[in-house]
T-cell receptor, first 117, second 116 residues
Framework: AQSVTQPDIHITVSEGASLELRCNYS??????LFWYVQSPGQGLQLLLK??????LVQGIKGFEAEFKRSQSSFNLRKPSVHWSDAAEYFC???????????????FGQGTILTVHP | GAVVSQHPSWVICKSGTSVKIECRSL??????MFWYRQFPKQSLMLMAT?????????EQGVEKDKFLINHASLTLSTLTVTSAHPEDSSFYIC????????????FGPGTRLTVT
């Protein structure tokens, strides 16, 4: 079965600083990887996804993520953080390899981002 | 973009009573809806998958008689927590998909359930 680990429960950065949120996954086949953001009172919003091709994926709100198969990682980055980026971020892996996990998402525990002015 | 709503956004109920949570896709038809449960500081855990007009498929360890899911139309799915107990207190999130695969999921804002 697949699993996702987000090592950082809480990260604090200053506005304008760069950001990297870590995500490591475990999956036996080619992973389908996602990053979602959850703001209070709102549903999860898809930031970006990786299915295949270019390992550097561009998303909304200036975010990007890089898939590194050798490290089983899919870290999320942003060059300059805005105060409005404060939220909780979830990495997820999807299974298409069949079995009971087919078509389902497995989420990491989330990383809470705080942005200082 | 596709919008999914949930109602109510929060609910408090007494132990032993039942609570119904609605999940609606507002501007698209959802062939598949997913129900998740999220504990504080923990990940979203998939509870069940429902397809319109058929019985829901529950994940291992989820009591189907306790968490009744109905997906009677292409825009509405309901989750009923029957005979709720304090340990059922949690944040319940639904998502809706226009297709059979997960990558088309759109998430609702969630429902906070507190059982006293």
């Amino acid at each position: 079965a697949q699993s996702v680990t987000q090592p950082d429960i809480h990260i604090t950065v200053s506005e304008g600083a760069s950001l990297e949120l870590r995500c490591n996954y475990s999956y036996g086949a080619t992973p389908y990887l996602f990053w979602y953001v959850q703001s209070p009172g709102q549903g999860l919003q898809l930031l970006l996804k990786y299915f295949s091709g270019d390992t550097l994926v561009q998303g909304i709100k200036g975010f990007e993520a890089e898939f590194k198969r050798s490290q089983s990682s899919f870290n999320l980055r942003k060059p300059s953080v805005h105060w409005s980026d404060a939220a909780e971020y979830f990495c997820a892996v999807g299974a298409l390899a069949g079995g009971t996990s087919y078509g389902k998402l497995t989420f990491g525990q989330g990383t809470i981002l705080t942005v200082h002015p | 973009g596709a919008v999914v709503s949930q109602h109510p956004s929060w609910v408090i109920c007494k132990s032993g009573t039942s609570v119904k949570i609605e999940c609606r896709s507002l501007d698209f038809q959802a062939t598949t809806m997913f129900w998740y449960r999220q504990f504080p500081k923990q990940s979203l855990m998939l509870m069940a998958t429902s397809n319109e007009g058929s019985k829901a498929t529950y994940e291992q360890g989820v009591e189907k008689d306790k968490f009744l899911i109905n997906h009677a139309s292409l825009t509405l799915s309901t989750l009923t927590v029957t005979s709720a107990h304090p340990e059922d207190s949690s944040f319940y999130i639904c998502s809706a998909s226009q297709g059979p695969l997960f990558y088309e999921q759109y998430f609702g804002p969630g429902t906070r359930l507190t059982v006293t």
